[in-house]
C-alpha cells in the first residue's frame, strides 16, 4: 500500500512568519510530488508541483523535494491569515496514480 | 480558460438508490479522476478516464463506476447508495503532453440517508 505521511496539525504561526509543512512518502518509484491548499468547504486548489530534487520558488511558496529521503515539504514565507487552511501533499506514483496525505491544518495568528 | 466543473453540486439521496455524478474537464484536458473525500479516510482516488478508457483504479466496490465520452466529459455512478457513501465527490482534470497537475472541480457533495 503506498502511502503518503503529513503531520495532521493543526500547525500553528503568527502572522509574518514562516510556516514549513512536511510529508513523507512510501513508493520510491513516485514520479512527480504536488501540495494543494484545501479551505473549509471548498475543492483543493493546486499551489506548488515539483518533479526534481531540490527547492522550486513561486512568490511565498517553496517546495523541496529530497527523493532519496523520500521527503517533501513546503514552505511559505511572510504567512497570512488567508493562509490558513489545510494542505495537501500528493504523490503520483510511477503509473501517474496520485495519492494524497491526510493534510495538515495550518492555522496563521493575526 | 473556463475550470473544472461538477454537477450537481449538493444531491441527497435514500439507502439503496443510485446516482450519478457529473464532471466537465477543462478545455483540452482528456484526462479525468475521480475522488473520494470524507472526514475520516481522505481525499480517496476513484479512477482516472483518458481518451474514453479506464486507465487506472482505485480500491472501491464495483457499485462505483465511471465512463467518460469522446467531448472528455465523465460521469460517475453509484449503485446501491450507502451511508457510507455520503461524502465529497471531487473531479480533476489533466493536461498531459508531460504535464501532471491535476485541477480539481468545486465538487458534488452526497448525502445519503
Known amino acids: 500500500q503506498k502511502e503518503v505521511e503529513q503531520n495532521s496539525g493543526p500547525l500553528s504561526v503568527p502572522e509574518g512568519a514562516i510556516a514549513s509543512l512536511n510529508c513523507t512518502y512510501s513508493d520510491r518509484g513516485s514520479q512527480s510530488f504536488f501540495w494543494y491548499r484545501q479551505y473549509s468547504g471548498k475543492s483543493p486548489e493546486l499551489i506548488m508541483s515539483?518533479?526534481?530534487?531540490g527547492d522550486k520558488e513561486d512568490g511565498r511558496f517553496t517546495a523541496q523535494l529530497n527523493k532519496a529521503s523520500q521527503y517533501v515539504s513546503l514552505l511559505i514565507r511572510d504567512s497570512q491569515p488567508s493562509d490558513s487552511a489545510t494542505y495537501l501533499c500528493?504523490?503520483?506514483?510511477?503509473?501517474?496514480?496520485?495519492?494524497f496525505g491526510k493534510g495538515t491544518l495550518l492555522t496563521v495568528n493575526p | 480558460k473556463a475550470g473544472v466543473t461538477q454537477t450537481p453540486r449538493y444531491l441527497i439521496k435514500t439507502r439503496g438508490q443510485q446516482v450519478t455524478l457529473s464532471c466537465s474537464p477543462i478545455s483540452g484536458h482528456r484526462s479525468v479522476s475521480w475522488y473520494q473525500q470524507t472526514p475520516g479516510q481522505g481525499l480517496q482516488f476513484l479512477f482516472e478516464y483518458f481518451s474514453e478508457t479506464q486507465r487506472n483504479k482505485g480500491n472501491f466496490p464495483g457499485r462505483f463506476s465511471g465512463r467518460q465520452f469522446s467531448n472528455s466529459r465523465s460521469e460517475m455512478n453509484v449503485s446501491t447508495l450507502e451511508l457510507g457513501d455520503s461524502a465529497l465527490y471531487l473531479c480533476a482534470s489533466k493536461g498531459g503532453g508531460g504535464k501532471y497537475e491535476q485541477y480539481f472541480g468545486p465538487g458534488t457533495r452526497l448525502t445519503v440517508t
Open positions: 515539483i518533479y526534481s530534487n
Open positions: 500528493a504523490v503520483n506514483d510511477r503509473n501517474y496514480k496520485l495519492t
